[in-house]
């Protein structure tokens, strides 16, 4: 619904006021967490964003090679959302431009394998492992999920598309390369509470305090990214930046948490890296979390029929 020029400049500041007081209340606790830990003294623990190249090298790797090409697919969609290139899109053009940003984190596992993984047989590859995870975990999420936010938001996509169950296919592409680096940084952040401060009680509470506030930001910074792009719409957008953002989190609240501890014995020689099976069990095994939570959501908050398919 259209809002008329008189009212826009009010609820625009009201919904920044909103946003302002719930950022600041995750940031003062996320602060009074952290000058409640003890720091780290342990001998070879350094702290650090990035996995020790030494120990983890291959994890080292597909994170640093995530850091250096996030830029890349953020500057292209700035510039595609910014000069309204999308106004002269198809649905081929999508295909074309979401699929072609997501190759270089598709490919790179095969053509331009990094570190360890240029002496593992490709499917033993750290890169392709992780690579294969995203791909299955985002792919539930357009299958199955952005139905919730059809049921529960009533968002609406309106341009040219191939569609997938409802789901334009040009989105699957984009969603992998966009959970890529969301996930590169939030193990980055993960890692920096756990190499930083000795493992106790508190050390636990900031992490999941992490977790949570980092699932909300990623949401929210996504929504308020493309809220200029006009054919992704909500009913009501100020309630997506809020309650929005908070049901969007909840992917990354068991995500995030989980891809960071994923095939932790990639490099131990003493233990058995995760299969390509296990891979595949565990990515699944996310989705059905978050799936479960979404429609517990939509259950007991929202009380809305899901509805799944065509419209």
């Known amino acids: 619904m259209a809002l008329s020029s008189d009212n826009e400049s009010p609820q625009k500041m009201d919904i920044a006021i909103t946003m302002v007081a719930i950022f600041s209340t995750m940031l003062a606790v996320l602060i009074s967490l952290i000058f409640a830990q003890t720091r780290n003294t342990k001998d070879g623990m350094i702290s650090s964003f990035l996995p020790d190249p030494d120990k983890e090298p291959s994890k080292y790797h597909f994170e640093r090679y995530c850091w250096v090409y996030s830029p890349v697919w953020i500057g292209a969609m700035g510039v595609i959302v910014v000069f309204q290139l999308y106004e002269d899109f198809t649905a081929w053009t999508y295909d074309l431009v979401l699929g072609g940003l997501a190759l270089p984190f598709l490919l790179q596992p095969i053509i331009y394998p990094l570190g360890p993984d240029k002496d593992r047989p490709l499917l033993e590859r750290y890169a392709f ?126 995500s995030f948490p989980m891809f960071f501890f994923f095939d932790n014995s990639i490099d131990d020689q003493n233990e058995k890296s995760m299969s390509v099976w296990e891979t595949v069990v565990h990515a699944n095994g996310c989705g059905m979390l978050v799936l479960c939570s979404l429609d517990l959501v939509r259950l007991f908050v929202a009380k809305v029929p899901l509805i799944v398919g065509d419209r």
């Open 129 to 254: 492992k992780a690579n294969l995870w995203i791909a299955i975990f985002t792919f539930i999420g357009n299958y199955w999920y952005t139905h919730y936010f059809f049921s529960v938001l009533k968002a609406r996509y309106s341009m040219p598309a191939h569609n997938l169950n409802a789901v334009p296919i040009a989105l699957y592409f984009a969603t992998h390369f966009y959970f890529s680096s969301y996930h590169a940084f939030s193990n980055a952040f993960l890692r920096k509470v756990q190499t930083t401060y000795q493992k106790n009680t508190l050390r636990t509470v900031l992490f999941c305090a992490v977790i949570a506030v980092f699932s909300y930001f990623t949401a929210f910074m996504e929504t308020l990214t493309i809220s200029s792009y006009p054919y992704y719409s909500f009913e009501d957008r100020d309630m997506a930046f809020t309650l929005g953002s908070a049901f969007y989190g909840i992917y990354f609240l068991f």
